[in-house]
């Protein structure tokens, strides 16, 4: 959907003169440069509109979408029926605090338990508020039922990882940049190769509470373990009395084809942490769902958040459950994932090396005589596509669900045209 003009006009601002007039996309980007922290590095293209798999620039030039805000759009921009539950709900009541019950919480916890086949949900807001609340419920679950030594509980982590960027993720990170200048950091976590469950094995002690885990990693260049890795890690977790927590954040929620990714390899996991497509997109959700068990060792008091379940998130939140019981944004991530890792495999050796992931979701490894990934971004910004590189050398496509085969093919063939140079 192409702005208009007259929306185009509503964006204003104050110039030095003192005349108020629509903005340039250099000025709003001059704006970001001057008032905004530098902890990104956005392309130069200023979104004012989206819908579906396109969104508008301030002057009106469409582009196809092909990073999904991280799966947080599995959906699409502006999805009508998450739009209308959020209208609905702003019209009535947006948040309470949980020192009050609310007409939305019960509800959203009980259909994203039926949902995901668990016992209990804990709501929170964001991805890392997810998995920072997953390591607290570890611990105690560690110290209260393991018997584990009163801040002995150690967690095994994979190396590679990305879990979010709070002072305790970065500590168990392997990312330099996400680590320099950052300590001192939060003891607890052990750190083994992906993909490797001797290695897992090997780690596990008296003391260990729980394996947190990627089904695919994405921020490492949506990288698949091993076949039979996740049921090999659910074993040695049974046998040792370790919980098991699947980090669903990035390949949930129908991203791979299946609700969680972890369901591909027949592994349920104790815990999982959900986030981004859980929202729509539209306000940040995120939850901790696992067993009744588990879940049911945190008291009033010892864990919370003011805005976590409110009844704002918990509306738009039952309103993505519905559009994923009904299983049509599984069976087109998994029919158009196979469109799109066929076309995909057809640029290997034509600027591409390889190319990983699951459903509509993949890593397309760019040739060392390409382009930097940055330059294939940029490249591909100036033919109407968005993407984003990772690792520098990897292009991450992850589109809306709702994209059609001819849009998704158009992305595909700029991709091409981009990388065989």
């Known amino acids: 959907m192409a702005m208009t ?8 601002a104050s110039a030095s003169d003192g005349t108020v ?46 990073l999904a805000g991280y799966s947080a759009l599995n959906f699409g921009h502006r999805h009508p029926d998450l739009v209308a539950a959020a209208v609905e709900q702003l019209g009535r009541v947006t948040l309470t605090s949980r020192a009050f019950h609310h007409d939305q919480l019960g509800l959203f916890c009980r259909e994203l338990a039926e949902l995901t086949e668990t016992e209990l949900v804990l709501p929170m807001n964001s991805g890392a508020e997810a998995v920072e609340s997953a390591i607290k419920v570890a611990r105690k679950w560690a110290y209260q039922v393991k018997g584990v030594p009163d801040g002995r509980a ?25 680590r320099a200048d950052f300590g001192p950091f939060t003891p607890g976590f052990v750190v083994v190769d992906y993909g490797s469950a001797q290695a897992v094995g090997e780690a596990i002690t008296d003391r260990t509470a729980a394996v947190l885990v990627e089904p695919i990693q994405g921020e490492a260049g949506v990288v698949v373990p091993p076949a039979g890795y996740l049921a ?3 074993a040695l977790c049974d046998a040792n009395q370790v919980l098991l927590i699947a980090d669903e954040i990035q390949s949930g929620l129908a991203r791979t084809g299946e609700l969680l990714a972890s369901a591909a390899d027949g592994v349920r996991a104790d815990l999982y942490t959900l986030g981004k497509a859980l929202g729509g997109g ?18 009033p008091g010892e864990h919370g958040s003011t805005f976590g379940g409110n009844p704002l998130a918990c509306a738009v939140g039952r309103a993505v459950i519905r559009l994923l019981a009904t299983g049509e944004f599984q069976q087109r991530s998994r029919e158009l994932g196979d469109h799109l890792h066929r076309r995909l495999a057809e640029l290997i050796g034509h600027g591409v090396t390889s190319v990983r992931g699951r459903g509509l979701w993949a890593g397309v490894e760019i040739a060392p005589e390409g382009p930097t990934g940055r330059e294939a971004t940029a490249a591909l910004l100036d033919r109407g ?37």
């Not at 007039?21 to 008032?35: K, V």
């Not at 190396?159 to 940049?177: A, K, L, M």
């Not at 995120?286 to 049911?296: D, I």
């Not at 991450?396 to 045209?417: F, H, K």
């Open 385 to 421: 596509v968005l993407c984003k590189e990772t690792q520098d050398t990897t292009l991450r496509i992850a589109p809306p669900l709702v994209i059609t085969e001819a849009e998704l093919d158009s992305g595909i063939d700029a991709i091409g045209e981009v990388l065989a140079g």
């Open 232 to 234: 090999e890690l659910r």
């Open 21 to 66: 007039g629509p903005l340039s996309a250099n000025e709003y980007i001059a704006l970001d440069e001057q008032w905004s922290t530098h902890n990104y590095h956005p392309l130069p293209v200023v979104i004012a509109d989206a819908a579906g798999a396109w969104v508008t620039d301030v002057h009106g030039r469409r582009y196809l979408d092909l």
């Open 282 to 299: 539209i306000v940040p959700v995120s939850a901790v769902v696992g067993s009744r068990e588990v879940l049911g060792v945190l008291r």
């Open 5 to 12: 003009a007259s929306t185009r006009n509503a964006i204003t």
């Open 154 to 178: 150690e967690i095994i982590v994979a190396g590679s990882n990305f879990h979010g960027r709070t002072t305790t993720i970065v500590s168990f990170s392997t990312d330099p940049t996400a």
